[in-house]
């Protein structure tokens, strides 16, 4: 019997399921060697099916998404979280921050635990249930999603490569926007995956593959400082798209310039 | 499980999750005396508030946050954006930049229509659950979509370094100009799918396709000479033509308790935007080769039947590949791939046609550039009206005394030939959620 997939879908842009729906052919070829049980975007309605590999795109920003991801977690061997909302809240989660925010800012920069189970949050998988595989990215590649799905097949642990964009960068001979020209990229602590492509375009990476591997994000903040950003423009660097990432929560929570 | 067919008995058929569809959302209908009692398109995609925290965020952000609302037609998104703050800004983009947003947009028109064609359309009209069954015994059919859907791809790729949330937008510009080797192969690739696209016009059209005719508003932008894009009035068939910085005096949103959407009327009417409403107001514009692709396939317009939108969508793709083409062959590497921007205070407004169709931003910018507050309007949300309008009309017209399996496909069918895209139709609401 081939193994069984499935594809979820939570609080998100629809842009990680496209790693298959883009796929073309390979997405043809998938369908030989395991049984997509259910996708809805492609077709296939049955989302309490047993499977052995559940993939699962967005965040749990609501109670119905809080209890449908347990009832998941029970009938699949295997999860993945598919992308930035699923595996750190995603872009979505920066409402966290003004949930309680307005009426009591203390709370917003102390509260992190208890944001968790609040309906007001859009928070990651993991916080719900046990994830076997996090794969980063906003939105996650169809090399990245097809690699771990060939090593599952082949019974290999999935490789993640935890490096960080600034290696990937030198190596493919990128000349630094950060030291070149002075823009404020966060290659040096963000996780590789996207192939350096916002410095390749001139431009800087802006964290959409999150934190890289023991990222040294206070020497990063402070190197945006040297460049002149101001406190809350360094705060939204690190809150942005996967805002809620412990590092940059963390180091963006210290840029706050209303915290006590 | 057929049902007896007695088209006066209680009929209440539950879609509970509406396969084929970018995002999530159900189908509801209650029909008894061969009147359809109550008929709702549940909309329950959880809203992710972006219009929201964009307060606070500055200008240079606003593209790489807009793009996430949708992972479909993100470009559409950063279109219309870029426009209202180069408007706020007071920037007039040079030449090659607007020649490169319209190629950046050919690629997402193409992609979009050819996923939906193939992947979430097809499978209905030739019998299958799904577009990977379909190809088992359609593959050339299959293989020439997906093709077509990797080169919209590509073409996005090129000025954005990837097909979801590109990289390359900027206001002002874009980051990168492409490198001339790179636009030569693409070209190369496109001229040799021309003929694919229009196959698959003539294909579409010999498609059995059912007859069911409406009566509905046409909406859509009207540029002046090009088939309309990233600029334009908007128009429709019953005489309006205005600014699309008049847009809140004559369309307005409101509310119903089963959508996280908001509905949107034009002078108190539901109104279509997209494909068909574009073709039906702009094929004169259309380029001689698209034109004549068209008239081959013996379609009048306006049409008044939404099944026609599958034709408007290959007509549409073929009509992206021609423009492509021809914007490349002109194509000269820029002095500078952007404009220099100074932020003031100020406000803008961008309307361009996503997909799915007109797609209206409105930004108020504080004098450092950040957004004080925002307003996104995105087609499917103005289809919402229209789509459960169609329903009701459809059905009864299709035959209360169909089986229940048959209400519930032709519903869906329905639905498809909007192809609502219900992620991008919740994001912008603002509703009060309560707490557990």
Redesign the interface.
Same mark, same amino acid.
């Given at each position: 019997m081939k193994p069984r997939i499935s594809v979820h879908?939570f609080?998100?842009?629809? +842009? *990680?399921? $496209?790693a298959f729906? #883009?796929a +073309?052919?390979a $997405? @043809?070829e998938l369908?030989t060697l395991v049984d /997509?049980v259910h996708f809805?975007?492609? +077709?296939?309605?049955d989302?309490d099916a047993p499977v052995d590999i559940a993939f699962v795109e967005g965040s749990i920003?609501?109670?119905?998404?809080a209890l449908r991801i347990r009832r998941l977690r029970e009938t699949t061997r295997y999860l993945i979280s598919l992308g930035a909302c699923a595996t750190a809240g +995603? $872009?979505?989660a $920066? %409402?966290n921050f #003004?949930a309680r925010g307005v009426e009591d800012w203390s709370h917003a920069v102390y509260a992190r635990p208890e944001f968790i189970e609040?309906?007001?949050t859009?928070t990651a998988i993991a916080r719900h249930v046990k994830v076997d595989l996090e794969l980063w990215g906003?939105?996650v590649?169809t090399r990245q999603v097809f690699a771990a799905i060939r090593r599952l097949l082949y019974g290999a642990l999935p490789f993640v490569d935890n490096e960080k964009v600034c290696q990937e960068c030198k190596r493919r001979g990128i000349t630094c926007t950060l030291v070149t020209r002075g823009i404020p990229c966060l290659g040096p602590v963000t996780r590789t995956g996207?192939g350096a @492509? *916002?410095p390749?375009?001139? %431009?800087d990476c802006?964290g959409?593959f999150g934190p890289g591997e023991n990222p040294n994000a206070a020497a990063m903040a402070r190197r945006f400082q040297g460049l002149g950003l101001l406190p809350e423009?360094i705060n %939204?660097r690190f809150h942005? /798209?996967n805002s809620h990432a412990p590092d940059f929560l963390e180091e963006g929570l210290a840029w706050r310039e209303d915290r006590p | 499980m057929s049902e007896p067919s007695d088209r006066r008995r209680n009929i209440r058929i539950q879609v509970p999750v509406l396969a084929r569809v970018e995002g999530e959302g159900a189908l509801e209908i209650h029909a008894r005396d061969g009147h359809i009692q109550h008929l709702c398109l549940r909309i329950f995609e959880p809203p992710r508030y972006f219009e929201k925290f964009l307060e606070g965020r500055g200008w240079e952000e606003i593209p790489d946050i807009v793009a996430r609302i949708c992972g479909i037609c993100p470009v559409a998104y950063q279109m219309s954006a870029v426009q209202a703050v180069e408007q706020a800004f007071a920037v007039q983009p040079s030449r090659w930049v607007r020649d490169g947003r319209r190629l950046l947009y050919c690629g997402e028109w193409l992609q979009s229509h050819a996923l939906h064609i193939h992947l979430l359309a097809l499978p209905d009209f030739l019998g299958f659950d799904n577009a990977i069954a379909m190809a088992a015994e359609h593959p050339d059919t299959v293989r020439r979509g997906l093709g077509l859907q990797q080169l919209g791809n590509d073409l996005i790729r090129m000025f954005g370094g990837r097909s979801v949330h590109p990289v390359g937008v900027r206001v002002g510009g874009f980051h990168r100009a492409p490198a001339q080797a790179d636009i030569q192969a693409l070209r190369s690739r496109i001229q040799a799918a021309l003929k694919d696209a229009e196959d698959l016009v003539t294909f579409t059209a010999a498609l059995p396709l059912p007859a069911d005719e409406q009566t509905f508003v046409s909406v859509s932008l009207r540029h002046e000479e090009e088939y309309p894009m990233n600029g334009g009035r908007i128009v429709s068939d019953r005489g309006l033509d205005i600014s699309p910085e008049d847009y809140e005096a004559h369309f307005e949103e409101y509310h119903q308790p089963h959508s996280t959407a908001l509905y949107s009327r034009l002078h108190g009417q539901p109104y279509l935007v997209g494909p068909l409403a574009r073709l039906n107001l702009n094929h004169d514009r259309l380029s001689p080769r698209s034109r004549e692709a068209l008239s081959a396939t013996g379609l009048t317009l306006p049409s008044r039947n939404m099944f026609h939108s599958l034709i408007a969508r290959a007509v549409e793709l073929l009509e992206a590949l021609v423009e492509a083409d021809r914007l490349l062959a002109d194509h000269a590497p820029p002095d500078s791939p952007w404009s220099e921007v100074t932020p003031r205070e100020s406000e803008g407004i961008g309307c361009t046609e996503a997909p799915r169709g007109l797609l209206w931003h409105r930004y108020r910018l504080d004098a450092a550039g950040r957004v004080i507050s925002a307003r996104i309007v995105p087609p499917t949300a103005q289809n919402q009206g229209r789509m459960e309008a169609d329903l009701r009309h459809s059905l009864e017209h299709f035959g209360l005394d169909q089986n229940d399996e048959s209400l519930k496909l032709r519903g869906e069918m329905v639905i498809r030939n909007y192809d609502p895209c219900i992620s991008c139709a919740t994001h912008f609401l603002k509703v009060r959620v309560t707490r557990a």
């Open positions: 879908k609080s998100s842009c629809d +842009g *990680c399921q $496209l729906i #883009n +073309g052919e $997405l @043809l369908a /997509i809805a975007e492609a +077709g296939p309605v989302p920003s609501t109670q119905d998404e +995603g $872009l979505q $920066l %409402r #003004n609040s309906l007001d859009a906003c939105p590649s996207c @492509l *916002c390749a375009f001139g %431009r802006y959409c423009e %939204r942005f /798209i | -």
